[in-house]
């Protein structure tokens, strides 16, 4: 092939050729000009048929429109574009002459003109496939043997385009290879899959494709992300995996390695053509007599239609399973285990491979651990319930974990209320429980107190090191220096500290503290004293509290800070009644000594009477 032309500076040649070795298409020229000058370029790669001529110039105001030409060139069989706009890039005569002829295949399978066009043009391999058949039937002089096929007419009376959709009718999966090419599955695996489809229609296999579509792009309309969701699937589950769900466990597998990885799951751009090349029977299910069906199945049992797609992202098998034989038997032995039927939805959608046998088989055995370990069965249904996630994990992995709470005084009735509280922290790893309590321990917090905050927020311990609990102490210390004695203060008093989000919760709260007039110091001081109040709502406690003090009774902000439980006190039942008690008797007194007495204390001291004779009132 020979390329002439004048080119400008920043000019850009690119020529894509289609390597019938590799089925794929790879550049044959890419090259740029820094000057302008009469350029010839030459490229003879014997494998390769060109597609197109890209050309990208900047051209100055003053320059000539940029011209090139594009002709044959002997050592390369094939075709090429000639063009006189730099930003043009058609296909050649000859291949213009196959889409067509491709394209009236496609009608006679049945679809319309418009939709065999766009089919024909995004089916490029199979496109050149066929040409590149013609042209070896050309040049090995082979015809003759298709005389009798062609009617008699001689091979030199069929154009370019005539052969090419005699060959095309002549290959096996007409219509279906094109296709699957169009909607993005590898040209590898189209005839693999197109032997899959012999007993089905083009047009047939068009509506179940675009109901797939239809049915994965609403569950990318309310955004849920389904990467993130089958990515803590496959890092929780430690049971030996049944055929199908090794099969879907491979089929992300190969999705994680490709390009964007699971992340293709929530694009829904590449999505089906992968589902399809790794579970292509699903082609095979009616639309009506089956897919319909399954999403009202869903439906009854509580999953939203919206979200049908994502239980079959999830677990695609599902779709190959027969309603009445296999996926009704899974449901009642998940009722007769305890489960409310009501309920099931909620679990399919927060764990859709709860539908695979070996997790069916766990049922059981899970159940009878929790028991085991003196968990009432209401607390084991609750904790199901609320982590179906629980049914993929080996017993061995729950021993070790239990052991681990064993060790840090977790014991009997307290094991059994983190089960019902924090499920989720059975699904850790033992080597990740040993990292919270060794980073812990860095903190100054001995075992004892280890078992207490386990008891009393064992969330804590189903949280991430390095992602999670060293940036939030690292906040504390770096932005308000609670080092040493008084972070470990704030540790002891207020772990719930460690399970708020720092920037949705925490860091607001405290930068509201300091807008409103508390200094940094300040803060830091009434947080060491109380920490809790980092907790605390801004509208609902922190702002009508503080707005109470300042303008109803005429305090300084500052009183708070050597008394900050001031915010722990109900505004309407204590703070009030008790300051309008001593307002109308005239008696001064700080913030402690106001709110820190029992009642009958306060009575007997302010009212000179054993105990309140009346209910609180509010201020007015």
């Known amino acids: 092939m020979a390329i002439s032309g004048r080119y400008t500076s920043s000019s850009i040649i690119h020529i894509l050729g289609y390597d019938r070795r590799f089925k794929k298409c790879v550049p044959l020229i890419d090259c740029s000009r820094a000057e302008s000058k009469d350029t010839h370029l030459q490229t003879s790669a014997s ?9 990208r110039a900047n051209l100055s105001a003053n320059s000539k429109a940029l011209k090139f030409s594009v002709a044959p060139y002997s050592g390369l069989r094939g075709w090429c574009c000639a063009s006189d706009n730099a930003m043009d890039s058609a296909p050649t005569d000859k291949m213009q002459e196959a889409f067509d002829a491709v394209t009236v295949l496609l009608q006679e399978l049945g679809i319309s003109k418009a939709d065999a066009m766009i089919i024909s043009r995004n089916a490029p391999s199979y496109t050149h496939e066929l040409m590149d058949v013609v042209h070896e039937l050309d040049e090995l002089a082979l015809w003759g043997s298709w005389e009798t096929e062609i009617g008699g007419v001689g091979v030199e009376h069929l ?4 052969k090419i959709l005699k060959i095309a009718r002549r290959k096996r999966g007409a219509g279906f290879i094109p296709y699957l090419e169009s909607i993005g599955v590898n040209p590898s695996s189209t005839l693999h899959i197109s032997r899959y489809l012999l007993g089905e229609t083009l047009p ?6 675009n109901f797939f579509k239809e049915l994965f792009a609403l569950v990318n309309l ?22 199908d ?19 293709i799951l929530d694009s829904g ?25 399954l999403i009202d199945f869903f439906i009854s049992i509580g999953v939203p239609k919206c979200y049908a797609g994502l239980v079959i992202l999830c677990y695609p098998p599902v779709i190959l399973f027969d309603i009445e034989a296999d996926i009704q038997p899974r449901m009642r032995l998940l009722e007769k285990a305890g489960m409310q039927r009501k309920e099931l939805g909620k679990m399919l959608l927060k764990y859709p491979w709860l539908l695979s046998k070996c997790i069916q088989d766990n049922i059981s055995d899970v159940i009878s651990f929790f028991i085991a370990a003196k968990v009432p069965k209401r607390n084991v249904d609750k904790a199901i319930k609320k982590c179906p996630q629980l049914l993929g994990c080996s017993i061995e992995t729950f021993k070790l974990i239990v052991n681990q709470m064993n060790s840090l005084n977790i014991k009997g009735k307290t094991v059994a209320r983190v089960v019902s509280s924090s499920p989720h922290l059975f699904l850790r790893r033992p080597r990740e429980f040993s990292e919270v309590v060794f980073f812990m321990k860095e903190l100054g917090l001995d075992t004892e107190s280890l078992g207490r905050i386990l008891n009393r927020c064992p969330e804590i311990y189903a949280s991430n090191v390095e992602n999670t609990l060293r940036r939030k102490v690292n906040f504390l210390i770096e932005t308000y220096g609670l080092r040493d004695n008084r972070l470990l203060l704030v540790m002891q008093k207020y772990p719930e500290v460690l399970a708020l989000n720092v920037e949705q919760t925490v860091k607001l709260r405290l930068e509201y503290l300091e807008s409103v007039g508390f200094s940094k110091e300040n803060v830091a001081f009434m947080v060491s004293g109380f920490p809790p109040l980092l907790g605390y709502s801004i509208e609902e406690v922190l702002k009508p509290k503080l707005e ?21 006190y109900s505004l309407e039942k204590k703070i009030k009644p ?12 700080d913030l402690k000594t106001m709110l820190s007495k029992s009642d009958d204390v306060f009575a007997e001291e302010f009212l000179g009477i054993g105990r309140m004779l009346v209910p609180p009132m509010d201020y007015i």
Do not use: W
């Open 47 to 55: 494998s390769c048929c060109p597609l197109s001529v890209t050309v």
């Open 159 to 162: 154009t370019f385009s005539d």
């Open 204 to 209: 047939g296999l068009i509506e179940k494709v």
């Open 222 to 243: 309310h955004k849920r992300t389904i990467s993130s969701m089958v990515r803590r699937m496959m890092m929780r589950l430690s049971i030996s995996a049944d055929d």
């Open 245 to 263: 769900l090794q099969q879907c466990l491979s089929f992300f597998e190969k999705m994680e390695a490709r390009l964007g990885g699971l992340a």
């Open 269 to 293: 751009g590449d999505v089906l053509a992968r589902l399809i090349e790794s579970f292509p029977k699903i082609l095979l299910r009616d639309v009506n007599d089956h897919m319909n069906l």
């Open 548 to 568: 109470f003090l300042v303008n109803a009774m005429g305090r300084s902000i500052k009183e708070i800070v050597t008394y900050p439980r001031y915010f722990s």
């Open 578 to 589: 008790r300051f309008r008690i001593l307002h109308n008797r005239k008696i001064q007194c």
